[in-house]
């Protein structure tokens, strides 16, 4: 059972995508958010046929981004119903984005599966920095995509992808979520393999 576990990921993704794409608040920036979360699944299932596997807690952790990703696309990320979130943490903002951003940081665990499972480096120090690194450098590409869209595209489907919601340093922040994702992922993978080598 826990090999088909990835095509369980996938079969859900895909009617998510399918679901939340037939009446999206804005069809543009729907495209837009949508885009690059295909292309991410669409790698991922690429290295699977090639026989790149990763652990199923890899997979999880991989999937919770382009889940949470298609919600927003379909609402618009400052749209999303997150209320009961919001108030809980008494956050006066839409924080459904910030909780995505997070989730990017997650792929640090796959990276560093990578890395260790091929002998890439020697050190694990090394992969957990490359990771940690690397999710740093996708952060600041996407923000730059985003101002990218937001400059060439303008109007109101501009502004729903940029989502900044009126916060100056909403770039900065989403950076800070990702990195922030990476950090805390690696330290608890780190943290079950110290745990499981001692068992």
């Known amino acids: 059972m826990k090999k088909y576990f990835p095509h369980f990921l996938l079969a859900a993704y895909i009617i998510e995508f399918i679901i939340a794409g037939l009446h999206p608040f804005d069809r543009t920036t729907w495209y837009a958010e ?7 699944v669409a790698v991922v299932v690429i290295l699977y046929i090639k026989n790149v596997r990763f652990s199923n807690t890899a ?3 991989m999937f919770v981004l382009p889940f949470m990703h298609t919600i927003g696309g379909h609402y618009t990320f400052e749209r999303v119903p997150f209320e009961w979130f919001d108030s809980f943490f008494g956050f006066e903002r839409n924080m459904f984005d910030r909780v995505a951003h997070m ?3 997650f792929y640090a665990v796959p990276l560093m599966e990578y890395l260790e499972s091929r002998r890439l480096v020697t050190k694990r120090w090394v992969a957990v920095t490359y990771s940690i690194f690397a999710i740093a450098f996708v952060a600041v590409a996407y923000e730059w995509i985003e101002w ?3 400059v060439t595209n303008g109007g109101s489907a501009g502004a729903a992808f940029l989502g900044s919601q009126g916060d100056i340093w909403d770039a900065q922040k989403d950076m800070l979520m990702d990195v922030l994702g990476a950090v805390v992922s690696v330290t608890g993978y780190c943290a079950a393999l110290l745990f499981k080598s001692k068992v």
């Open 34 to 40: 949508n885009g690059p979360i295909v292309l991410v």
């Open 59 to 61: 997979y999880a952790l």
């Open 103 to 105: 989730t990017v940081g």
């Open 148 to 150: 990218w869209f937001a």
